[in-house]
């Protein structure tokens, strides 16, 4: 019983994680700084975490100032200093309880 809660609660989480990471791909997708860096593709990306592995599709751009691609391990490239304090993990994941904040 105490091994099916475990990988229950792997699920769970592994679903919270990948919800909060497409959150903020999509959220560096749409505030990044449109004239350097040009969205080109989605790249698999499997990552091992302490409730398994899980993959996610991480976008990659392509940085006309310096000439090569950026992946978004490097948030504070893409985006800019105005849109730094909006980001709101969380905000519309699936696996929230209604009223928490």
């Not at 959150?23 to 080109?40: Q, T, V």
Request: charged fraction near 30%.
């Amino acid at each position: 019983m105490v091994q099916n809660l475990f990988q229950e609660l792997q699920i769970v989480y592994q679903n919270i994680f990948i919800s909060l990471l497409d959150e903020l791909d999509e959220w560096l997708m749409n505030n990044r700084d449109y004239k350097r860096f040009e969205n080109r593709e989605k790249q698999k990306c499997t990552i091992a975490t302490m409730f398994g592995e899980v993959t996610i599709n991480r976008s990659k751009y392509f940085d006309r100032e310096a000439g090569h691609r950026v992946g978004t391990n490097q948030p504070a490239k893409l985006i800019t200093k105005k849109s730094r304090k909006s980001f709101r993990p969380l905000r519309s994941c699936p696996h929230r309880r209604q009223g928490s904040r």
